[in-house]
């Protein structure tokens, strides 16, 4: 594509004929068909595919993405609770079968909630993050997770598993192209998907970043955040015979894999209460709870100790920040606390460095969860903001 000028100087790709519709600040191309008679799911996909590959230049297309003062008049309150208008099982292989619901507007705008762990599951709550009279809301339940069977299952449990399920549930749905929602390790699969199929994502919010990077292992499960948490860590530790601390996250996967159950349990208990005790800036005492529940505490830890055992089961330490430019076109927003535990900041960091056309919002008074009153605020706004441009330039 050849880089060119529109009256005001802004610069724009020159892309292949079709018909264009020329708005302040940039253009829009749109297809001859769709501007036939479009229908409303039409013009959405046209303009947000136009939105996606426009030249996202010095001020990242004045106007495309709206600016920090326009930014403050976005609704940042949670929606109200909501129940499913449908629900269902998918198989997705002879081993999983997946749990995924709907809720929200049938006929609005399609996204896909990614839950993190991996291994978490979803939640109600989840569903909160979205305007319900816009948007068609998808969460399901990542293999092994939730409600989704068999329960803990490491068998067929990959990235690329993972990927390939997400492609099915949007066929079944017939959905033909969805917003991505993840946090944590959703950002890490909401990366690895949208760098999969490109042509299939509409736009992402991405919370908590994750890049499945040694260094972050090794923050986490081996003594960096200990400095941080040394009253949380030590049970975490002393679970490990002093011989075995060479590496915590091989010591726990021997125990997470052991025959004996109740070994199995006791690991699952003590890895899932040391990430719930960090993952808040002040301690949240709901969350902790979670890491006396067998059931979710044993998928939790099992399939997150198999994932980074695995490297997350990418071919190289910095796969995500290499094919970056697979996604740099797609109109996104990264929201990182300041003090996350879990998932430090130097991985947004870098992530905003290698992709500094994406959104970066820096939320200085929260940790790690999506719950967190400043994290969750910005999220809400950053759905917002990809809602007002599909309205703005729809309806």
């Avoid at 004996?260 to 800036?281: F, G, S, V």
């Avoid at 067998?294 to 330490?317: C, K, M």
Wanted: aromatic share 12%; glycine share 8%; net charge negative.
């Amino acid at each position: 594509m050849k880089l060119g000028f529109i009256p005001n100087g802004t610069f724009i790709r020159s892309l292949p004929p079709t018909i264009s519709l020329v708005i302040p600040h940039f253009t829009l191309p749109l297809s001859s068909s769709v501007s036939k008679n479009p229908t409303a799911s039409g013009r959405k996909n046209s303009v947000l595919r136009a939105l996606n590959f426009g030249y996202k230049g010095e001020q990242q297309l004045i106007g495309l993405m709206e600016s920090e003062k326009e930014d403050v008049g976005l609704n940042r309150n949670l929606y109200p609770n909501i129940e499913p208008y449908s629900t269902g099982f998918l198989k997705v292989s002879e081993t999983h079968t997946i749990y995924w619901e709907q809720s929200g507007n049938s006929k609005g705008h399609p996204v896909v909630f990614l839950h993190g762990g991996p291994g978490g599951g979803t939640t109600p709550s989840n569903r909160r993050f979205f305007d319900p009279d816009f948007y068609r809301i998808i969460l399901f339940d990542q293999r092994g997770a939730g409600k989704s069977i068999p329960h803990a299952c490491l068998v067929e449990n990959t990235t690329w598993d993972l990927i390939d399920d997400i492609e099915k549930l949007r066929e079944h749905l017939e959905i033909p192209e969805w917003q991505v929602f993840g946090g944590s390790w959703g950002s890490t699969l909401a990366l690895a998907y949208s760098q999969s199929h490109p042509e299939k994502v509409t736009g992402m919010v991405l919370r908590g970043i994750f890049l499945l990077r040694r260094k972050e292992i090794d923050w986490f499960y081996e003594g960096g955040a200990a400095a941080i948490y040394p009253d949380a860590w030590e049970p975490f530790r002393d679970l490990i015979p002093e011989n075995e601390r060479g590496s915590f996250v091989d010591a726990y996967k021997k125990r997470l894999n052991s025959d004996d159950m109740e070994t199995q349990y006791a690991a699952a208990r003590a890895w899932t209460k040391w990430e719930m005790e960090t993952a808040h800036l002040l301690p949240n005492e709901e969350n902790i709870k979670k890491g006396d529940d067998d059931v979710f505490s044993l998928a939790f830890a099992r399939i997150e100790n198999h994932y980074f055992v695995n490297q997350g089961f990418f071919p190289t330490d910095s796969f995500l920040l290499d094919n970056v430019d697979k996604i740099r076109h797609i109109s996104t927003t990264i929201v990182q606390g300041r003090y996350d535990m879990c998932c430090p900041m130097m991985s947004a960091w870098d992530l905003h460095k290698a992709w500094p056309e994406a959104d970066f919002k820096v939320v200085p008074d929260a940790g790690h969860s999506a719950n967190e009153p400043g994290i969750a605020a910005e999220l809400v706004a950053a759905n917002e903001k990809l809602k007002n441009i599909i309205k703005k330039y729809v309806d």
